[in-house]
């Protein structure tokens, strides 16, 4: 959308991963359909021309995370990539707040995500707005919270959970990195850092939607001035409102769109089981046959995501021998193989932007989590959004073949299936509900651009 006269600017600066990439981008283009200008900050790393040429108006614009030439892969560990960001994209970030407000259209607002908490330093320090954008559900920022206030001590004592706007949780439903806060410290550090400029920050936003999690929202909007703005799905998917949302995807992994949509076309409705693990997820050897041998013996046509990295881990000639059932590619577009009518199931390693893609267009999930907040996403959709099932674990923390068909025949087949199916038609229509012109997340959207315009 051409505009000559903004509302206001925000520069919206993104963590480099596909999962918080997305719903900046959707939320930057809900922002400049209300008429602010918006400058999309990714790193230099996973920066690609084509990038530019789909962002419509949205102005893209690169900093040095320290590692120009591979990015997060080429560090030593997440804590030496974490520290070298946040020294060298301190700087590169202020040098651009420089750049781009001299060039007569002054920024107002940093949006970025709480991953990089130093973001807001820099804003104050220009004297700007700051808004946090959390990628992740509420449920999970408040559990990463009360680690940090220290009322959740870790390691975990107690095996049932009590936190406030959350029902009982095991240690099983809690984030891994709280779980087990000795593999992956730096991730532990990352996810409870988050918190700790928040109370400075004028915004915080959660990609969630208010009636998907109304207690959690309720209770922690009570700390901060927290809003929710979800779910960012392109609106092309949802309310239909953006006209020029058509190059809605910003893909680090390449997209066999057309292999994909092909092979959807021909299947009859709610007959594929479609398979993702994301963007990170790297499973055992002995996992990926289990889930390969589960998905064969459900005897259901497939489309399975196996990332170019993943795909030794697949049985030997299983992509051959299941030809006639299944197609394997090493990346697809999600939000499109979602919609389309043919699928019936989506094998998810719950992901939070997968699982509110699966809520907002009603897909049934069987929950595989890995590791982050997988296991909490997975809780809430079997116990408490009643969107799917978690598939069971041996007690080697295993899902076995046989688990993994049962849950996939029990969502394709069987009653479970149909009740899911009724509740999937509820939060379809909340979710664009939400994000439909004075929805709940549309009118926050809203009051954020008037506050910004008056500011
Ligand atoms: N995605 C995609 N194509 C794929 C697999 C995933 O476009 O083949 C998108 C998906 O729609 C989602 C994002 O990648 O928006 C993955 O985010 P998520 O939070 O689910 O998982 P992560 O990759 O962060 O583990």
């Not at 900046?24 to 790393?45: D, N, P, Q």
């Not at 066999?256 to 299947?267: E, F, I, S, Y």
């Not at 394997?328 to 932007?353: D, I, M, Y």
């Amino acid at each position: 959308m051409e505009r000559n006269v903004y509302r206001a600017h925000c520069l919206v600066l993104a963590f480099p991963a596909q999962g918080h990439i997305n719903p900046m981008m959707a939320f930057s283009k809900r922002l400049e359909r209300k008429g602010v200008k918006v400058t999309l900050v990714i790193t230099k790393s996973i920066s690609n021309p084509i990038h530019k040429e789909s962002l419509t108006s949205i102005t893209l614009e690169t900093i040095s995370d320290g590692y120009d030439e591979g990015g997060i892969a080429k560090a030593e560990s997440i804590h030496a990539y974490l520290e070298r960001f946040r020294q060298v994209g301190s700087q590169t970030l202020a040098e651009l707040i420089e750049k781009v407000s001299s060039s007569g259209c002054p920024v107002s607002c940093v949006v970025y995500d709480p991953f990089v908490p130093w973001a807001l330093d820099v804003a104050k320090k220009f004297g700007l707005l700051g808004a946090a954008l959390f990628t992740q559900p509420c449920v999970v920022n408040n559990i990463y919270y009360h680690v940090h206030k220290g009322v959740l001590k870790v390691p975990l004592s107690k095996t049932e959970i009590l936190l406030p706007g959350l029902p009982p949780l095991e240690s099983q439903d809690m984030p891994s990195f709280i779980y087990d806060s000795v593999s992956y410290p730096a991730a532990f550090d990352m996810f409870v850092g988050q918190f700790t400029n928040l109370d400075q920050a004028d915004w915080v936003f959660v990609n969630t939607f208010y009636e998907l999690e109304q207690k959690v929202v309720d209770w922690m909007a009570k700390i901060w001035p927290l809003r929710t703005i979800g779910p960012t799905i392109p609106s092309m998917f949802l309310d239909k409102r953006l006209e020029d949302d058509k190059n809605y995807g910003f893909d680090i992994f390449k997209p066999n769109t057309d292999a994909c949509m092909k092979w959807l076309n021909g299947r009859p409705k709610g007959s594929v089981v479609y398979v993702s693990f994301g963007s990170m997820v790297a499973f055992e050897v002995e996992q990926m046959e289990e889930i390969a041998w589960g998905l064969r013996m459900s005897n259901r046509c497939f489309l399975w995501v196996v990332r170019e990295s993943e795909e030794v881990k697949l049985p030997k000639n299983f992509v051959e021998e299941t030809s006639e059932k299944g197609l394997v590619v090493r990346w697809c577009p999600q939000l499109e193989v979602l919609a389309h009518e043919a699928v019936g199931c989506f094998v998810t390693h719950c992901g939070w932007n997968s699982t509110l893609e699966a809520l907002s267009f009603g897909v049934p999930m069987v929950g595989v989590p890995y590791w982050s907040d997988q296991s909490t996403n997975a809780k809430y959709i079997m116990d408490v959004w009643k969107m799917g099932l978690r598939a069971p674990v041996d007690e080697k923390g295993i899902i076995r073949r046989k688990a993994a068909e049962h849950c996939i025949r029990e969502i394709m087949e069987g009653e479970r299936g149909k009740e899911i199916k009724k509740i999937a038609f509820k939060w379809r229509k909340l979710a664009k509900e939400a994000v439909d012109e004075g929805g709940s997340s549309d009118k926050n959207i809203e009051e954020f651009v008037a506050n910004l315009v008056h500011s």
